[in-house]
């Protein structure tokens, strides 16, 4: 048991199809964020939230759209993507952004093909 | 930006030996962190290291903060089958952003 809690644990989504993922902590943190993981690439930070505010977008396609209803939510809506975003989506979350003073918790992620 | 450069990027042991990753910086760090992937799992936290010259131990690993607070290791004693996984460091960049290192895939020989 993590504290953060990702649903759906596996994805398989057409190009054309309109999907979210979830992500839900119980540790009472203020900070959010996504990452994606590919096979041969470390862990890319996507979206970052502090107190449900975004504080961060690292140049992510806009076909990704985060949402961010309070600080122990946090969903990423997916439309139109691509074969090549096919990857584990991890959420993650810290006491203070970027677990400076505390480190960072991450879910079990999504495993998201693209078909 | 901030360099981050973490080698070996697989290392493959018989078990028992040991194994080291190492984390190098290109500009003086604030701080690092360890953290540990199981296979087809999460990365889990392991350490964060403050100090210059700092070293720290949990059980068989021993974490390492250099000097000049630009590089650091993972050291893994004799290492076991529960060892496996990927190991990342993590650094704060710029303007502080948590940036994490390409990791050491391990593998391990029974």
């Known amino acids: 048991e993590t504290g953060v809690t990702q649903t759906p644990r596996h994805l398989v989504m057409g190009m054309t199809n309109k999907k979210s993922l979830k992500c839900e902590q119980h540790l009472g943190h203020n900070a959010m964020y996504w990452y994606k993981q590919s096979a041969k690439k470390p862990l890319e930070l996507m979206f970052v939230y502090n107190f449900k505010e975004q504080t961060e977008n690292n140049s992510v396609p806009s076909r990704f759209s985060p949402e961010c209803p309070n600080s122990s939510h946090l969903f990423l809506h997916l439309h139109t993507l691509q074969p090549e975003d096919s990857a584990l989506y991890l959420c993650?979350?810290?006491?203070?952004?970027?677990?400076?003073?505390?480190?960072?918790?991450f879910g079990n992620g999504t495993r998201l093909t693209v078909t | 930006g901030q360099q981050v450069m973490q080698i070996p990027q697989y290392q493959h042991v018989q078990e028992g030996e040991d194994f080291t990753t190492y984390c190098n910086s290109s500009t003086t760090l604030s701080n690092i962190q360890w953290y540990k992937q199981r296979p087809g799992g999460h990365p889990v936290f392991l350490i964060q290291?403050?100090?210059?010259?700092e070293v720290k131990k949990q059980k068989r690993l021993t974490f390492q903060f250099g000097e000049a607070k630009k590089n650091s290791s993972l050291h893994i004693t004799a290492t076991q089958t529960t060892d496996v996984g990927t190991y990342f460091c993590a650094l704060i960049q710029g303007a502080q952003k948590l940036v994490f290192g390409q990791g050491t895939r391990l593998t391990i020989n029974p």
């Open positions: 993650a979350s810290s006491q203070d952004l970027y677990g400076l003073r505390s480190p960072l918790h």
């Open positions: 290291l403050v100090k210059s010259g």
